[in-house]
């Protein structure tokens, strides 16, 4: 957990507790949009890590001292994220378009990366309908066995339909749910700009799905 108690104490915020596979610990939300980023962190694979409520930035408005605690700080690959959820409708306000333009500065400095991230960046359908749907088999155990079997079978049918690949490891004995299991690790590839369902196409994955 961060550096800030998350607690919805005097105020109707809803706020709450996710599971990372990613992270193997509890990751505190306290908005409904930083919930569903995380869905999109856990499976983005240039993510090797992530904290809510990271650190304190401290900045000065007229002579003011103040403090900023961004809500996720992000390692992406080499690069290193610092980022403000917000609803698309707060982000021109004039306090908070000052108060970004001030700490996109600060990270700069440090080498690190502003970016606010709002809901219509985060909840484009029917993409995170399928991440939410794929990250209940993020714990399904896979083995060597599993991606063997959907390799020669995909050797075979470059394309396959999500039934058709299903249907081929039930009859190698391997449940259903280690092929939504290899999709959500990216060793399968469906396209989901388009709802996941069993006429879905599933090939071997040729690129990384990102988050940016």
């Known amino acids: 957990m961060g550096i800030r108690e998350i607690t919805n104490k005097g105020s109707k915020k809803v706020i709450g507790k996710f599971a990372s596979h990613k992270l193997k610990t509890t990751v505190w939300w306290e908005s409904q949009i930083e919930r569903d980023y995380i869905y999109l962190l856990e499976i983005d694979p240039e993510v090797s890590f992530y904290q809510e409520q990271p650190f304190h930035i401290a900045y000065q408005i007229e002579g003011q001292d103040h403090s900023y605690t961004p809500d996720f700080y992000v390692e992406r690959g080499h690069r290193q994220q610092v980022i403000e959820v917000k609803p698309a409708r707060e982000v021109d306000k004039e ?22 991230v709002t809901e219509t960046m985060i909840r484009v359908q029917p993409r995170l309908s399928n991440i939410k749907l794929l990250s209940r088999y993020a714990k399904v155990p896979l083995e060597p066995h599993d991606v063997i079997c959907c390799q020669e079978f995909l050797a075979l049918n470059s394309k396959a339909r999500l039934s058709e690949v299903s249907r081929h490891l039930t009859s190698r004995n391997i449940a259903g749910q280690v092929l939504y299991a290899l999709i959500y690790h990216g ?3 469906v396209d989901f700009s388009q709802p996941i369902n069993s006429d879905s196409l599933i090939s071997f994955y040729d690129e990384a799905l990102t988050t940016k």
């Open 187 to 189: 060793i399968l590839k």
């Open 95 to 116: 306090e908070n378009a000052r108060l970004f333009r001030i700490i996109r500065a600060i990270c700069a400095g440090q080498n690190r990366e502003f970016a606010v």
